[in-house]
């Protein structure tokens, strides 16, 4: 038997010093939504997530409170694991930087490659740094003065770090870029990375003094005096999930990434730095760099200042995970996008329920009513299988809207496909047939319960509990994609019991 094909994707690993919001929210559902879309298709799926720890942030936090970081670190990455577990997110590691065991290996062996190859050196700097971005800025990177992501004076820094060559690899990161080897999507943050490595790529900061860290983070290898640059060793959580460091198979097996899904405030980061890391330890890329937009909270920019941070575990708990997943998911997938509970309650009351809800329950129920509960026997007509081939032909299109990570239109067309199968019950009028014409009442019935099938496996990706209870509802076992359009439901499968997938939400 051929091994299974592999496709290997991860979620930005966030920051633990604040609590989750909306914005990790969208980044883990746009994840899922590939990686499982990718399991659907038969693939061996990797899905890594996890905790940024060693940043100043945390140190500054647990300062205030008077913990330690790493008891810090522990309560606050518990809280984003548990978020993850919650969006129904799945990942196949939960990589944390502090990990010595499992993750500051595989970044120290990236450390000592990128020395080996000449590309690390140290020298005497001075730079502006902002604490909330970990990131030094060029003084024309800072209207006003400030740091454009946190709205705060950056401070002055002056110490000897180590600093790698990124200057060095300008060209053939800006050929990588340009030829899609290296694909950032969409277009527009391809060519603000294109522009942003044409203005020049400076040698960056990789580490800094363990007195500035307040010891901690990921020791340099060779000098006990510096500690390894926050994004130096996060970016390498890329590879120590799946193995780089301590299991060299599982490594193999999954590397390079398919897929990076970030915000756009860390493209350079994904795009630039990262790359150019691999570049010098001799590893391969990730061939693909998925940027999405920020989310706003009622036409307004998420602060904590404005108060307008909504609590995903709030939502969750009120609303359900799937009517919040697919409420985001059927937003731009790449732009800035809005998000309002008034909005959440009208896309379920108005798409999940009325499409998705009414199809799954009228067609359901009324087998239970007039085929006691059993698939009826049904010779489709001539209408019927062409109705089948275009409703085929949709989610197939939906199918390779996936592959291009193009998540809403993907969505949308599974809508359009639910709100067809509606249509078809409507027009065919069941209802009536089970008086007049019973033989093509079962075959009307038969047809549109390898609808609901059909559907419960194209919108798995997006709702993955809704699609596993209408897989029970139907009693039938979970398909892959290569399942839509067939006929496995046989005349005379017992049906499950059918109940109601979404509830309307009133304010
Ligand atoms: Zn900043």
Not at 462 to 477: D, M
Request: hydrophobic share 35%.
């Amino acid at each position: 038997m051929l091994p299974l094909e592999k496709f290997y994707i991860t979620t930005a690993i966030p920051y633990v010093n604040a609590a989750p919001h909306l914005g990790h929210v969208l980044e883990f559902v746009q994840a899922d939504a590939i990686a499982r879309y990718q399991k659907l298709k038969g693939k061996e799926v990797a899905l890594i997530t996890g905790a940024d720890e060693n940043s100043l942030k945390n140190v500054q936090a647990a300062e205030k409170e008077g913990i330690s970081v790493q008891q810090l670190c522990d309560r606050n990455s518990e809280v984003f694991r548990q978020m993850a577990d919650k969006v129904c997110l799945s990942y196949t590691c939960f990589r944390r930087t502090s990990d010595k065991k499992l993750h500051w290996p595989g970044v120290q062996k990236v450390w000592e490659l990128c020395e080996k190859r000449g590309d690390i050196y140290k020298k005497k700097y001075r730079g502006l740094y902002c604490v909330g971005c970990e990131s030094f800025y060029e003084p024309e990177e800072l209207p006003g003065g400030v740091c454009p992501e946190h709205k705060a004076a950056p401070e002055e820094i002056e110490e000897e770090n180590y600093f790698f060559r990124l200057s060095k690899y300008q060209p053939e990161l800006e050929r990588l870029i340009e030829t899609d080897e290296l694909q950032v999507v969409p277009q527009t943050r391809k060519n603000e990375i294109l522009s942003f490595i044409k203005g020049g790529l400076k040698d960056f900061s990789i580490s800094r003094s363990v007195g500035r860290a307040k010891g901690w983070g990921v020791a340099v290898p060779g000098d006990p005096a510096q500690i390894m640059y926050v994004w130096f060793d996060a970016l390498g959580t890329y590879i120590t999930g799946i193995g780089y460091g301590n299991d060299e198979k599982e490594f193999g097996k999954f590397w390079p990434a398919d897929c990076h899904v970030i915000g756009k405030g860390i493209l350079r980061f994904h795009a630039v730095y990262w790359p150019a890391m691999l570049l010098s330890s001799g590893l391969p890329l990730p061939k693909r760099v998925l940027v999405h937009g920020y989310i706003t909270v009622e036409g307004q920019k998420m602060s904590k200042t404005l108060g307008n941070i909504v609590d995903p575990f709030y939502l969750i708990e009120r609303y359900g995970v799937d009517p919040l997943r697919y409420c985001l998911l059927s937003e731009p997938t790449f732009e800035d996008s809005d998000f309002s509970e008034k909005a959440l309650r009208e896309k379920n009351n108005n798409e999940l329920l009325a499409n998705i809800g009414n199809l799954v329950n009228r067609v359901l129920v009324f087998a239970q009513r007039e085929f006691g509960g059993r698939v009826p026997q049904g010779r489709l007509s001539e209408e019927d299988e062409g109705f089948a081939a275009s409703q085929k032909k949709r989610l197939e299109r939906a199918g390779q809207l996936m592959e291009e990570a193009r998540l809403k239109e993907a969505l949308e067309l599974a809508m359009e496909a639910g709100k067809e199968a509606n249509a078809y019950f409507q027009k065919n009028e069941p209802w009536k047939l089970a008086r007049g014409n019973p033989e093509r009442c079962a075959a009307v019935i038969y047809l549109l319960l390898h609808q609901v099938k059909d559907l419960a496996i194209a919108l798995e990706p997006f709702i993955p509990n809704s699609s596993s209870e209408i897989f029970r509802q139907l009693n039938a076992k979970g398909e892959r994609w290569e399942g839509i359009g067939k006929y496995t439901l046989e005349a005379g499968h017992v049906l499950g019991t059918p109940a109601p997938l979404f509830k309307k939400m009133e304010k």
